[in-house]
Each structure stands twice: as C-alpha cells, then as structure tokens.
C-alpha cells in the first residue's frame, strides 16, 4: 500500500530552483527520511507535502488522491515544524486539543484522546502544566502528540529534535522510532543529522541541491553509495586521488595514486571505469584494520604503512590519525579497543589494510 507518492516536483524562487525534479514513493507505515545538508531543499519540499507551497510542476498524491489545490486542512497530513509554534499561554493539554476543537469534536471525546496520546508520550502526569514549564523536549514531545492526536496518516516533521541537546536528541531518537512504530503512522521525517536518519529509517532520501541523489536502505547508503556526495555525507571517508590503472573481471578496479601507491577498489556504478579515468577512492576509517607487526594475519588487498600522527581520544569512538609512508597524506582509522593498542602513541609505526569491496572508486570529473 503506497500512502504518498510525488512525481518530479519543481519549485523555484524568482530564478533559484529550491527543489528540482524530486519523486518519491512512501509505503503505508513507513519512516522515510530526507537527509541533506542546509538549503538543500528539504523544508521546501515537505511544505508542497502539507500544502503550504504550490510546486511549479509535478503532483502529489496521499492515498493514491491527487492534492492538486486541496488545502493544508483538508489533507490527510499533519506537520511538526522545524521551529516548535506551541501556543505558549495554554496548558499542554489545550494545545494537544486544539485541532480536534477546531474540528468541533465533542469535549468528552477530547478529553479521552487527549489524556490517551498524552500517556503514550510519556506526559500523562503533566496535562495542566504550562509550556513554559516543560524542558525542551517535553515540548517537543507536546509538538508532536499535537499532531498525533489528529490521527493523520502522514506524519510530516521537519527537523523535530533540531533544537535539543546531544542527550535528548539520543533519547528522543528512539522515543520516536517507537511512538511511529505503535501509532503505525507514516512518517516523513527531515533531518540534517545523518546518524538520525540511519538509526531511525526503513528509507532513506539523500538530498542535494533540490535533488535526490540516492534513495535506498540505511545499509545501501552506507555500505553502497552511489554519489561522492553520498559517501561523504553519510559517514566519514578517507578519500586518494588517482587513475585506473585496470579492472578486472568482477568489476574490481586498480588505482594508482597521485602519490604512485596501488589501490583496489569496487567501482561505484558502471559504464564510466576505463583504463586511465581520473578517479577519487574512498574508504571509511572504521573498514579500515590497524595493526603493529606487518605480519598480521589480518591482511586485505590494500595494504599501507606509516606513522602514528595523533590519537583522537573518544572512549569507543577513538580514532588514530596515521601518516602514510612516502606521502603526505593522513589517514583516519578507528582504534581498536585491544589491549595491545592501549599503549599506542605519537611516531609509534603502524600497518593498515582494507578490503576492496569495502573501498569505493568514483569518477572524478575535473
Ligand atoms: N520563500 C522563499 N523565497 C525565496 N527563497 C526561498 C524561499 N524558501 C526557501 N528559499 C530558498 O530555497 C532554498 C532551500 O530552502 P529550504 O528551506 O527548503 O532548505 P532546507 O533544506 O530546509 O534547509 P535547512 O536545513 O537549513 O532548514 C534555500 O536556498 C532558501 O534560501
Ligand atoms: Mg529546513
């Protein structure tokens, strides 16, 4: 069951194209996220969702209707902005009524929806409170049993947890992975943070520059980019500059570098990878092995030596910064968390290896 779907939606401001030529294809119960960094045109294209904008070209469709000039109101979506407009002089349970007044629902039935969408929030004990006197993200969480409580089949929310803490942003992540899972509501979810969008999603919209670069599983965008952009901005990546030097028959590619070091990589898409094609090879400090003895058991095709320049200390999240033999170049790999690494310090000589098809070639298009 598809519950939206839009078709090369355009948009532009005077001569700027905000969003140019977007289609996308939600299931019924999905959370589908758009990610992309600021500008890119996410906001604009959630607001031709909910109604607020008009596209230059393209259609909307919500439960297979055409929302050609249908109203905000009327349609079946509700939308948590980017930047909260709770009614600050009412209590938490007015604001979370307010549109089933509007829809001149019968107080009893308020009542009940309110108190009910409230509980499962995790707000029942705070129903007369002012917003004033919520944290931030009991606030938000007020947003978006506001639009819960409406029982719309979309869920629109752009950038929901944008103005939280790291900590609140990290619980309420998963506070609303579960909400969307027992409320079996779609949800659209906006984000420019990309381990939001990877923890939270069943899909996920890479967005750049009014346009979708890649849309797939959070597992496709990381292990299986298809765009530069992609790769760099889902994820870290250490990235060399070369040519092709040879493919082979599984479609493995061999790069030289700039710096005359052998490279093997998967190539990202088809039909561009010639012999002697500038390319830009990527791989991720975490696909990365890092050991002391260059007889580790342990070895991938890619091999390089060099020396410890800096350890970035991060409990679990620690990365060695390593100058690579012969070159000037730095690359980032996760630290291990042996014991044997414990010890590792600045000039300390180390040995990185990595599969290929853990590596990525792209065409560079000077
Ligand atoms: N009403 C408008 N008039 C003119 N330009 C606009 C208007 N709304 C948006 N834009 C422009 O369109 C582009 C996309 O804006 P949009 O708000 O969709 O970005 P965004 O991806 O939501 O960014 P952010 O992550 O910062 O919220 C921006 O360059 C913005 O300046
Ligand atoms: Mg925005």
Known sequence: MIDLECRELVKTFDRFTAVDGVSLVVEKGAFFSILGPSGCGKTTLMRMLAGFETPDRGEVRIKGRSM???PPNRRPVNMVFQHLALFPNMSVAENVGYGLRRRKTPRVEIHRRVQDVLSRVGLGDSVDKRIDQLSGGQQQRVAIARC??????????DEPLGALDLKLREHMKVELKKLQSEFGTTFIYITHDQSEALAMSDRVAVMNRGVFEQVGSPQDLYYRPETPFVASFVGENNRWRGRIVHRDLEGRLQVRTEQGMSLYA???GRGWDRAGQEVEVFVRPEMISLSLSAAHEEMHENRLEGQVVNILFDGSRSQVLVQQHGSDQ?????????AEFSGLSEGAPVYLSWPSNRSHAFPFWA
């Not at 819960?148 to 929310?157: A, H, K, R, S, Y």
């Not at 730095?330 to 042996?338: I, T």
């Open 68 to 70: 050609l000039g249908v």
């Open 148 to 157: 819960l409580v409406l029982e719309p089949d979309v869920l629109l929310l």
């Open 266 to 268: 998967s190539a990202a």
């Open 330 to 338: 730095e690359v980032a790999v996760n630290l291990p968390q042996a």
